[in-house]
């Protein structure tokens, strides 16, 4: 499934080349930021937390020239999640699975399962701080890029006549998303809590009235 998006920031789309080590570093932050607190991770944490000298992590990231631990995170979760939904949706395709966004949507909570760290930290910054004038315009590029790929699952639905035709799918799409991440923002992206299984089930449950409400009528 590719998903083609010229005209959104080219660092969420193509993969950022990234040393072993500071796959490591980010690796660890993430785990370190799922168990104390994003906003408490500070770099002399996470140098004690991998047994690493806080020069060490400096030099790879926030260096002169070098991008902050932050913003690299930020990129590294989102090409990961990126990458795995696009595997699994592929594998759904070539397997005869696909359910169209009842797949995506399982896909999705899956990779939360999958790699917590990565889920939590998704969530936090792309919704808990979008108030972050920071990091306001990173988080506006990758809302898009969300709701183009859920039209695009809707568009491919479509074409395999799991769906009828689809009125406003702009819009459709836009409320598609927003229900999928506003029920994980409400389970925690906790997998142990029972929340989360609530979370998947009244998304999948909502998302199919969603989808009704916008079929075309018929002539």
Known sequence: MVIEVPH??????EQVVLSER???????????????????????K?????GASLGSIHYHFGAKGRPSLLDSAIKHVSQESIKYINYHMDRALAENRFQGVSTYITILYDFCRTFPHHGKFWLYFYYLAIFDNRHREDNQ???????????QVLVLGMG??????????SDLSEKIHFQ????????????????????????????????????????
Not at 160 to 169: D, E, H, Q
Request: contains cysteine; glycine residues 6%.
């Open 160 to 169: 395999k006549g799991l769906y009828p035709p689809l009125k406003n799918m």
């Open 141 to 151: 590029s990758y809302l898009p890029l969300m709701r183009s790929r859920i039209e």
């Open 8 to 13: 959104y920031k080219r660092e969420f789309v």
């Open 22 to 44: 500071q796959i490591a570093i980010i690796e660890a932050y993430l785990k370190l930021s799922e168990k104390i607190g994003v906003a408490n991770v500070t770099l002399q």
């Open 46 to 50: 996470l140098a004690e937390e991998m």
């Open 180 to 219: 999928i991440v506003g029920a994980l923002v409400i389970s925690g992206g906790d997998e142990s809590d029972q929340r989360f299984i609530r979370a998947q089930e009244r998304a999948l449950e909502t998302c199919r009235v969603l989808i009704k409400d916008h079929e075309e009528a018929e002539q």
